[in-house]
Structures are given as structure tokens and as C-alpha cells.
């Protein structure tokens, strides 16, 4: 995609969302942290709903250490791999407490030395928590940015490299969210939602699908259908 494509890209993702930011629901970022491990191969949905009665119980490194691993477990057993996920929600806030003085590191080398915490996890805390222009490529962003040909690649890593390449400085910080908000509500796995897309003309996508007579555009960029009769 050329430079200038790119650039018109982001611009027309950050129109209709200036600030976007992560769905996972948190105040502080140990409470990121743990959202961002429970969520592999999760819904953020499902993940808020289970944080949503753990936090006000337990939402410090210690106090998830207090609760223990069959405590974690009975608020997280709605979530996908809660067994595994718990093992190392309560594994990395012991290595918190014995390590960092209770805090998140800042730096991605302490931060992938965490229980459960890989090269994606730790660049969510870094954008997320600290502000770093990191971009964590997630199966959304693999999807958008092979299909769209903004940083084509035939696994992550060199998706991640290519999108830290291509992806102009001004437009860095928030492009993590905006392509995963894209790729989660537009550009669908099964079938994308290309009429209501706003950079439809931009893409290379071979397949784009089309208009449907019950579909509308959406003006927030996800899109909105009317109901059948009956419905």
C-alpha cells in the first residue's frame, strides 16, 4: 500500500473515534494485566463479566495471592482455559510481589517474563498501560492488515514489523485499537461487512462482499441492520 494510502487509512479510522482505547474493562494496570491474560482465545465481553465480580474482591497482586488458585477459579470458570489461566494469574502476582514491589513493569523484558504473558501481551501493557506506540497484532489485526495490504505477512511477527514500518508516527500510538475495533466489527472473518466500510476503496481485497437490501450504513463505522418483520 502506498505511503500516502496509508496515511488516508488512519485518517479515515480516526474520524469517527479520535481516542479509542482497549474493551477490556480496568482501573489500574495489574487489573489490565490480568484481563489481557484471561482474554486469550476469549471474548472481551466474557472477560469483563467475570472481572466485573472479581475486582471488587480481589484486584491486587497480593490479594489475588490470598485468594488462591481454586478462589481465582470460581470467578473465572466461565472463560475459556480458566484452569491454566488461573495457574498463571496467581503465578505472575507472586512474581510481582517477590520482583517488582507489587507493580507492572515497564520494560517488555520483565513484562514477557511473567507467568502466561507472551510478545502480544506485553505490547498491550505497553500501548495500553505506559503509552508506548506499540502495536499488539492480535487475529484482527492479522486479518485486516493481510487483507487490506497494509503490512502483509504470513505470521504475526512480521505483521507487528511491518505495521511498525509502515504505520506513519502520528497515527502509531492508537493504531493498535482502531485496526483491532476494524477487524472485530467490519472486516469480519466470515463475512466483512465491506459496503458499510470507510476504507473499502483502499483495501485489496479480492473478495469484497455487497450491499445486502436490509443493510445501512453505519455512522460509527460498525454496522447497523434493520430488523426483519417478525424478527
Same mark, same amino acid.
Given at each position: 500500500?502506498?505511503?500516502?494510502?496509508? =496515511?488516508?487509512?488512519?485518517?479515515?479510522?480516526? %474520524?469517527?473515534?479520535?481516542?479509542?482505547?482497549? %474493551?477490556?474493562?480496568?482501573?489500574?494496570?495489574?487489573?489490565?494485566? +490480568?484481563?489481557?491474560?484471561?482474554?486469550?482465545?476469549?471474548?472481551?465481553?466474557?472477560?469483563?463479566?467475570?472481572?466485573?465480580?472479581?475486582?471488587? *474482591?480481589?484486584?491486587?497482586?497480593?490479594?489475588?495471592?490470598?485468594?488462591?488458585?481454586?478462589?481465582?477459579?470460581?470467578?473465572?470458570?466461565?472463560?475459556?482455559? @480458566?484452569?491454566?489461566?488461573?495457574?498463571?494469574?496467581?503465578?505472575?502476582?507472586?512474581?510481582?510481589?517477590?520482583?517488582?514491589?507489587?507493580?507492572?513493569?515497564? =520494560?517488555?523484558?520483565?513484562?514477557?517474563?511473567?507467568?502466561? +504473558?507472551?510478545?502480544?501481551?506485553?505490547?498491550?501493557?505497553?500501548?495500553?498501560?505506559?503509552?508506548?506506540?506499540?502495536?499488539?497484532?492480535? =487475529?484482527?489485526?492479522?486479518? +485486516?492488515?493481510?487483507?487490506?495490504?497494509?503490512?502483509?505477512?504470513?505470521?504475526?511477527?512480521? *505483521?507487528?514489523?511491518?505495521?511498525?514500518?509502515?504505520?506513519?508516527?502520528?497515527?502509531?500510538?492508537?493504531? &493498535?485499537?482502531?485496526?483491532?475495533? &476494524?477487524?472485530?466489527y467490519v472486516c469480519t472473518a466470515?463475512?466483512? &461487512? #465491506?459496503?458499510? #466500510?470507510?476504507?473499502?476503496?483502499? #483495501?485489496? @481485497?479480492?473478495?469484497k462482499t455487497i450491499a445486502a437490501?436490509?443493510?445501512?450504513?453505519?455512522?460509527?463505522?460498525?454496522?447497523?441492520?434493520?430488523?426483519?418483520?417478525?424478527?
Amino acid at each position: 500500500m502506498k505511503r500516502a494510502d496509508v =496515511t488516508e487509512l488512519f485518517t479515515r479510522l480516526r %474520524e469517527p473515534n479520535p481516542h479509542p482505547t482497549t %474493551e477490556l474493562a480496568y482501573t489500574t494496570p495489574f487489573e489490565l494485566l +490480568v484481563a489481557v491474560v484471561l482474554s486469550a482465545q476469549a471474548t472481551d465481553v466474557g472477560v469483563n463479566k467475570a472481572t466485573r465480580k472479581l475486582y471488587p *474482591v480481589a484486584n491486587t497482586p497480593q490479594a489475588i495471592v490470598n485468594l488462591g488458585e481454586m478462589g481465582l477459579k470460581r470467578y473465572i470458570s466461565t472463560i475459556g482455559l @480458566y484452569n491454566a489461566k488461573a495457574k498463571n494469574v496467581i503465578a505472575l502476582s507472586r512474581l510481582l510481589i517477590e520482583r517488582h514491589g507489587g507493580e507492572v513493569p515497564r =520494560t517488555r523484558e520483565a513484562l514477557e517474563a511473567l507467568p502466561g +504473558v507472551g510478545r502480544k501481551t506485553a505490547n498491550v501493557m505497553l500501548n495500553t498501560a505506559f503509552g508506548e506506540p506499540t502495536i499488539a497484532v492480535d =487475529t484482527h489485526i492479522f486479518r +485486516v492488515a493481510n487483507r487490506t495490504g497494509l503490512a502483509p505477512g504470513k505470521d504475526v511477527r512480521a *505483521v507487528e514489523d511491518k505495521l511498525q514500518e509502515v504505520v506513519p508516527a502520528e497515527f502509531k500510538h492508537d493504531a &493498535h485499537h482502531w485496526l483491532i475495533l &476494524h477487524g472485530r466489527y467490519v472486516c469480519t472473518a466470515r463475512k466483512p &461487512h #465491506c459496503p458499510e #466500510c470507510i476504507i473499502r476503496d483502499l #483495501c485489496r @481485497y479480492k473478495f469484497k462482499t455487497i450491499a445486502a437490501a436490509d443493510t445501512q450504513p453505519s455512522k460509527a463505522g460498525k454496522p447497523t441492520r434493520t430488523p426483519r418483520r417478525g424478527a
